[in-house]
């Protein structure tokens, strides 16, 4: 039904960079975002794990009447989205590293990708890297313990800044000109990031992309919401509601839910 809400889920509070992105282009959509935080980090897991999760996730917001669920993680994305396509009857809009427009653009024709271990050895990333990137100079780094720190609320913390500064310095030294967030918490780190990178690099991420795509597939399927009446907005860690509720601005209602 088009006044559905949109399910989202995450490995925990990252995906809410994406739920910003989605309330802002679609103001009038009821939204019941996931955060499964007891869970986080999902980057080592294994791809039987990764899906084992995502699938939990999704019957829950399947129960809650979603119309369509954004899997708004690159990890659960590049594991679990063509499991979850086969297996379940409800469209789903998935994340991945937008590498595709950083190796259009990149001058230096060197370019760093941020981003767990699950999403840079998953098939579905080799397989989007290896068709854009054939010329170009790409540091991936796995963004060991940066998660870890965003969801202990540590995102501020000189921990982060030592974190960063080592995972910048080989891109740096390869001189990239485009460093791309495959995370969806690290779109949170932008102020930090802006702050150790030469004012040359240009950071990107998918978030805007996906809730064009959002759009795209609502209308698609006629679930665009018609009415224009104030959405409900849900939000539900099983985790740190603080955490969570000082990432997303307080005047969002954020509730503990063990699942
Ligand atoms: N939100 C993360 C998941 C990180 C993790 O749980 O390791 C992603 O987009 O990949």
Same mark, same amino acid.
């Given at each position: ?17 994406i ?6 282009l ?14 986080? =980090? ?14 939990? @996730?999704?019957?829950?917001l ?15 994305? *590049?594991?679990a989205?063509?499991?979850? +396509? ?17 190796a259009?653009?990149t ?11 699950? *999403? ?6 080799s ?47 390869? @001189?990239?000109d485009?460093l ?7 779109p ?5 990031l802006?702050d150790?990178? =030469? ?11 996906v809730? +064009?795509?959002?759009?795209a ?13 104030k =959405?409900?907005?849900?939000?539900f ?16 209602q954020?509730?503990y839910?063990?699942?």
């Amino acid at each position: 039904m088009s006044s559905s809400p949109i399910g989202i889920f995450d490995s925990g509070v990252g995906g809410t960079s994406i739920w910003k992105e989605i309330h802002h282009l679609l103001p009038y959509e009821s939204t019941i975002y996931l955060a499964d935080s007891v869970n986080a =980090p999902y980057g080592p897991k294994g791809a039987d794990k990764i899906i084992e999760l995502s699938v939990k @996730n999704t019957e829950l917001l399947l129960q809650k009447g979603c119309k369509l669920i954004v899997v708004a993680c690159n990890t659960a994305t *590049t594991n679990a989205i063509d499991f979850l +396509r086969t297996n379940y009857n409800v469209p789903f809009i998935g994340i991945e590293p937008a590498i595709k427009p950083a190796a259009l653009h990149t001058k230096n024709k060197a370019v760093g990708i941020l981003a767990t271990h699950g *999403t840079l050895t998953s098939a579905l990333f080799s397989k989007t890297s290896g068709l854009f990137t054939k010329d170009i100079h790409v540091i991936e780094q796995v963004g060991n313990g940066i998660v870890e720190l965003i969801e202990s609320g540590k995102l501020h913390s000189e921990e982060m800044k030592t974190l960063l500064s080592e995972y910048l310095k080989p891109m740096m030294e390869a @001189n990239i000109d485009y460093l791309v967030l495959g995370c969806t918490h690290y779109p949170y780190l932008m102020p930090l990031l802006v702050d150790l990178l =030469p004012s040359h690099v240009k950071i990107i991420d998918s978030g805007e992309a996906v809730a +064009r795509q959002t759009k795209a597939i609502l209308e698609q399927h006629e679930l665009l919401n018609t009415e224009m009446a104030k =959405p409900k907005l849900q939000f539900f860690t099983n985790g740190n509601v603080e955490v969570m509720s000082s990432l997303l601005g307080q005047k969002y209602q954020v509730d503990y839910l063990k699942f």
